[in-house]
């Protein structure tokens, strides 16, 4: 297992640093400019590069690099530093598990010099999206699987249905036995469900269950966000999601409004589960709005 960090070299912050060294602002500002990659060696050819946004997931041989998602547009040369630090060939592919900026903010850059490939959906959501340009757009689109015979392994490219959105796929890496499941899957914390894009909460659980069942043995897995995990971890993860859902589901039937499920919360092992901007009460308002409204 190898880590590697690429810290951003003389930043806008680290000048301003210098000036106005006193100033309060900056602790701030210097907390956003502290985004480095972090580079692990999963399995096979495999690894994963943790920064800011989503997880990326890479796989780097003979026929060069290709990666899984790109987080946001300033992270490019953080990322691009990172890998070149992995091999010599050249990026050839970039896939997208879905659409947001998190994860597909470098498609712009490397939408340039390599094919982008996603679903349909997420061309269509990139392009009506004022402002994106055309190197973001995937050229490569389908609309429930796809495959990319890259570095002497088949991966393929699988959309479940609706769940984090309506366009997300999961990626396998089928001899690398590594499982990119984008934001199909948050490792130890509550989830973000898009539903203005298409996403469903039953969906989601579905997916998740989905893919549990069929999870070859030993597979790892990268997540959207959060820590590389495995089988136990997206375990913890599906009865973490049927246990904070049913009792949403159960409190609707009996007529409980939106205030009263969010004072009820949810079991105290979860709490430790609210990381970042998905805290206790927007779950369960994600859980709530999406039930109220799925059929
Ligand atoms: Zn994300
Ligand atoms: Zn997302």
């Known amino acids: 297992m190898k880590n ?3 810290k951003m070299k003389k930043s806008f912050c680290a000048r301003l640093f210098a000036l106005l060294i006193l100033l309060s602002p900056l602790a701030v500002c210097l907390a956003q400019e502290q985004a480095i990659i972090k580079t692990t060696h999963v399995a096979g050819s495999v690894y994963m590069l943790e920064g800011r946004g989503g997880n990326i997931g890479v796989s780097v041989g003979e026929d060069g690099i290709l990666i899984v998602d790109n987080q946001f547009d300033n992270m490019a040369p953080q990322i691009e530093a990172a890998l070149a630090d992995l091999g010599k060939g050249e990026l050839k592919f970039v896939l997208n598990t879905h659409w947001h900026g998190d994860h597909t903010g470098g498609n712009a850059h490397f939408g340039q010099k390599a094919t982008v490939l996603a679903h349909e959906n997420v061309r269509e959501r990139l392009k009506n999206k004022s402002g994106t340009p055309k190197s973001a757009l995937p050229v490569i689109t389908f609309k429930e699987s796809s495959s990319v015979h890259f570095n002497g392994e088949e991966i393929r490219l699988l959309h479940l249905g609706a769940g984090h959105t309506d366009g997300d796929v999961i990626i396998w890496f089928t001899d690398s036995n590594v499982i990119h499941m984008g934001d199909q899957f948050f490792n130890g914390r509550f989830p973000y469900i898009d539903l203005a894009s298409g996403g469903r909460v039953l969906g989601y659980q579905r997916n998740v269950t989905k893919i549990l069942n069929a999870l070859p043995e030993g597979a790892k897995i990268i997540p959207g966000h959060g820590p590389l995990g495995d089988k136990q971890d997206l375990q913890s993860f599906s009865t973490m999601l049927m246990e904070t859902i049913n009792p949403v589901r ?7 409004t939106l205030d009263q499920i969010k004072a009820a919360g949810v079991d105290e092992k979860y709490k430790a589960w609210a ?3 998905i805290n206790t009460p927007r779950w369960l308002q994600i859980v709530y709005n999406s039930l109220t409204s799925e059929r």
């Open 275 to 277: 990381v970042g901007f």
């Open 250 to 256: 159960q409190a609707i039937s009996q007529g409980k």
């Open 4 to 6: 590697r960090t690429h």
